[in-house]
Structure formats: C-alpha cells, structure tokens
C-alpha cells in the first residue's frame, strides 16, 4: 500500500509540514482514525480513500475556526484589475487557490516590468556574467555556424518569444540589417508593458531601421503559427526563415516548460530554427538569488512581490523563504504566511473568495535547474532537432540550435 511523505500532504491540502506531523501523532496515540503505515521505523499516513476522506474533512474544519485575531481580509488594490483581464484573474485565483502559487509571468506586467528592466540594464552596465551579457556571448560565439545556416536565404524572420528589453537581440538584428537580409521582427509576449519597453529599445537603437512588430500572446498554451505562416507563401517562400528565439531561460521559469515547448514545436515551419540559452546547473547557480534592481540586499525583490503587492498582501503578513530544493533540482522563493488570509476577488459572476492559511507556503518563484544532456534531452521528448549546443568557458550557460526533427535533410 502506498502512503503519503509529510511534505505531499503539506502541498496537497496547503497545510504546514508540522501540522502533518501533528496527524501522524495523534493517529498513533488512537486520537485520530487515520491508517498508518510504517517504513523504516517511521509513520506515514496511508494512500487510503478513506484517509483523504477524513483528511479533507478536518482540512475544512480547520478552515472554520481560523484565529479571529490573526485573520485578515483583504481585496486586490484596482490596479489589480485594470492590468489584467478576467482570464488573468481567474488563471491567478485557480493557482492561488489550487496549487498555492502565484505565476511568474504576472509580475511582468505594468511596474512588475519597469522594475525587470531596471534589473536587466543593472547587470548589463555592470558587465557581469550574467544572462543578458552571456546572451550576447553565446550569440556571437555561435556567429559562423548560424550565418552557414541562413546563407541560402535571401529573407530572415526574428521572432523574439519573451523579448524582455531586446537588449540579447540588438547585435543579431544589426548584423541582419548590414547584410540586406532582415525581413520581419516579431515580439511575442503576454505582457504589453514588456513589449512597450522592447519597443522602445528598439526605435531607439535603431532609428525606424527596423520594423518592430508587437504580438501580445501566451505561449503557455497559445500558439503563433498565423504569424509564421506568410513566410510559406508566395514566390519568396524558398527564400525566407523564421528564425524563434527563445532566450534568457524563460522555459526553466514556467510552470509546465514542456507544454509551451510544443506550442513552439506546433507554431514553426520545417525549415525554421530556434535558438534557445540557459545558466546551466552549477553550486554557483544554485546559490544565485541576485534579483533587486539595485545594489543591495533585501528579502524580497520587486520584481517577486508585485503580483503580492496587487493583491494587497502586506510585507508584514509574511516571510521569505529562499534556497534551493533538490527533490525539484531548482531554485525557490517562497512567502510563509504569518496570518491567515481571506482574499475577496471581484468577478462579473460575483465575489470569489480564496482562503489561506496561517503558516501556508506560497510559491513566489521556481526555475529549473537542468544540465546540458537535460536540456537536449527535454527538446528531444518535444519534436526538436539538436544542431549545435555550445556552452561558455566556465560551464555556466548553454545554447542550444534546433529545427524540427526529420527536417535536417531538406535543408
């Protein structure tokens, strides 16, 4: 029979590891009518149908009595819903209320990107190895072998999935411009505030030069092969690429990295490329939780607390919780409630409330941290043809150039 590790309780039914343990006490003094079962001289409450009857049943109960002094109501700020649709709200609740996370992709929105961008152009002007500058490496690194790829075409599509500033993508788009051979430049991202400042960048650099185009889509679920498609059409069909790209290691961000995987796989056309890069799992990397727009050390950064912040979390309802898991083999932040909390969200059908509890884990941020064979092997399972992975001098980030599998041939 299988049984339940305290830890899967805790994240099932949103309860503290210690009230768990407490259970597992009572059941084994006959207080509580829980099944047990034993595994090297420990407890652990069984798999049972009726175990996850009484469970659900005393989660409930708990419910009912929250602390009347340690309570708080509380409802989003309106900026909360002039920035996100209904389908964003209903998509934060349903995480909120069912899997206790918020999602990363939300605090991209309004100040939520500004402070990003203050974040990124903080590394860049520092010179550092990080993200955006190893970007820019990786790209150059990987020049000659892209160039003997796109040589035949006469017409090359960027589309920038997740363009943040565009700063990783200006030396491509110049170099493409100088050669005659730009044609589109595409930016997909669910946020309009992130690609309104990649918008920006681009006028700036390069002066009405490059035709920027805005796409504001999902790519957890949405696919853009309708942007793609004019591509394979008419007499420069044989003569035009989309080049995807893919960078800053967005996918180890997302909840299910694999499902937007094969959006792209199911958006591009057989003779596209997608050029993907990383920070690779390293102790260094593991250790890593440099997020704040500024020099300085500080719990929480903007950039994780705006989507709290919207929600009129106070910073005092809470603390932080960082380190890194290696059950998940990633990278956390997570915000341990110190009340419990009853958010009031305001829908067209009605009020929808969500409870949480005193000592409740919210899960602020998670990346995968994944090795080179790791990666190649995830792009595998999901339709892509590995061409070329090149990483940095010090191990720290990979690139990664694919096509469609099966299509090598016909290039």
């Known amino acids: 029979m299988q049984y339940y590790r305290n830890h899967e309780l805790a994240k099932l039914y949103h309860v503290s590891q210690s009230a768990v343990g407490k259970w597992v006490d009572s059941a084994s003094k006959g207080k509580l009518k829980l099944a047990l079962i034993q595994d090297n001289g420990k407890s652990y409450i069984a798999a049972t149908t009726r175990n996850r009857t009484l469970i659900e049943a005393m989660v409930q109960e708990r419910k009912k009595y929250f602390n009347g002094l340690s309570l708080k109501t509380i409802s989003p700020k309106r900026e909360f819903y002039e920035l996100f649709n209904p389908d964003h709200v209903l998509d934060i609740i349903a995480n909120l209320d069912i899997r206790g996370e918020t999602l990363r992709q939300y605090n991209y929105f309004g100040d939520g990107a500004a402070s990003w961008d203050r974040y990124q152009n903080r590394l860049i002007e520092e010179n550092s190895p990080s993200s955006p500058t190893r970007t820019v490496e990786q790209l150059a690194m990987s020049r000659s072998y892209i160039d003997s790829i796109l040589a035949k075409y006469k017409h090359i599509n960027v589309i920038d999935v997740g363009p943040g500033n565009a700063f990783p993508v200006k030396d491509l ?6 050669q005659g051979k ?8 669910i946020s309009a505030d992130m690609l309104a400042i ?5 006028k700036e650099w390069f002066n009405g030069a490059v035709n920027f185009e805005a796409d504001i889509r999902d790519i957890t679920h949405e ?3 309708d942007q793609l498609a004019g591509a394979y059409i008419g007499e420069q069909a044989d003569d035009t690429i989309n080049l995807v790209l893919l960078l800053g290691g967005t996918l180890g961000n997302l909840a299910a990295p694999d499902e937007a995987l094969r959006v792209i796989y199911h958006s591009m056309g057989r003779n596209d490329l997608l ?3 990383l920070k690779l799992d390293t102790d260094d990397n593991r250790s890593l939780f440099d997020f704040h ?4 050390s500080v719990a929480l950064s903007p950039t994780h607390s705006y989507l709290f912040d919207l929600l009129n979390i106070d910073q005092s309802y809470y603390a932080v919780d960082m380190g890194y898991d290696p059950r998940s083999r990633g990278r956390f932040i997570r915000a341990k409630l110190k009340v419990a909390l009853s958010i009031k969200f305001e829908l067209q059908a009605g009020t929808r409330q969500v409870d949480l509890q005193k000592d409740e884990s919210i899960l602020l941020w998670h990346y995968r941290h994944q090795s080179a064979d790791d990666v190649i092997e995830q792009f595998k399972r999901n339709g892509f043809n590995t061409l070329q992975a090149s990483q940095t ?3 720290e980030f990979l690139l990664v150039i694919c096509d469609l599998a099966g299509t090598s041939n016909r290039r």
């Open 393 to 395: 001098g010090d191990h």
């Open 223 to 225: 696919r853009f092969a």
């Open 275 to 277: 050029l993907y890069n």
């Open 198 to 202: 990649a918008e920006r960048n681009i």
């Open 182 to 189: 730009l044609g589109r430049y595409l930016a997909i991202d």
């Open 173 to 178: 788009l110049s170099r493409l411009l100088e």
């Open 293 to 296: 727009p500024e020099t300085k």
